[in-house]
């Protein structure tokens, strides 16, 4: 029998790439009728006092944020998620929503920063060394944290337009994500080894605003 302790005990990584399987509530259908019934409803009924309720109001905010609706605001859905989590959180797991202090907030940068370069030294598949170097950047440049299945495409966008990334690396670096999305749907490959050594540079370099791309 495995010993391994369940996804939700499990300690948080930090630096993940994948943000790993959406959350799908769902219930058996009623015992009597055989209907099928609203998960939430049967959270609503069957969890304590307010623990329901609020778990229910959380959830829902949650596929806001997942999936939003056309024309809804995905940065207010978040926040209005967060400030829910804020509140309640004590309630639902008995553990208080705390947000992080500038001292802890920096001293998490680093410790996720550094895990990111170890991997990245490391990486051998080419979508990893991409993937984990617009990871690092990302950080760099703007001082959040990203992470997903957008990280080559709307990620990689926004991060092309700030100011503190180089055109030329900026440029390389989509070039490099398309190329590579092209080869994966053509069953061609991957990117070659010279271009990945240049996209692992971009990552580990020190400044990315005075990189060079084209002494690579």
Do not use: W
């Amino acid at each position: 029998k495995s010993r391994r302790l369940p996804l939700y005990c499990s300690a948080i990584d930090i630096a993940a790439r994948d943000l790993g399987r959406c959350l799908k509530l769902s219930c058996t259908p009623d015992p009597d009728s055989g209907y099928a019934r609203d998960p939430l409803k049967v959270v609503r009924e069957l969890l304590p006092g307010n623990v329901g309720q609020a778990l229910s109001e959380q959830y829902s905010l949650c596929l806001k944020v997942e999936t939003p609706t056309e024309g809804a605001n995905r940065g207010e859905s978040l926040r209005q998620f967060l400030a829910h989590a804020e509140e309640h959180t004590l309630t639902i797991c008995g553990l208080p929503f705390k947000k992080l202090d500038k001292k802890s907030e920096k001293s998490f940068l680093a410790s996720r920063r550094q895990t990111l370069r170890s991997r990245l030294e490391g990486a051998q598949e080419p979508a990893h060394v991409l993937e984990l170097t617009i990871m690092l950047l990302y950080q760099t440049v703007k001082n959040q944290c990203v992470a997903g299945s957008l990280l080559t495409g709307p990620i990689l966008s926004l991060l092309s337009k700030e100011r503190k990334m180089p055109q030329e690396v900026a440029a390389f670096l989509e070039a490099s994500a398309s190329k590579a999305g092209n080869d994966a749907n053509s069953n061609g490959g991957a990117l070659d080894s010279v271009l990945v050594e240049s996209v692992r540079g971009c990552g580990l370099c020190k400044d990315i605003a005075k990189y060079d791309i084209s002494k690579r």
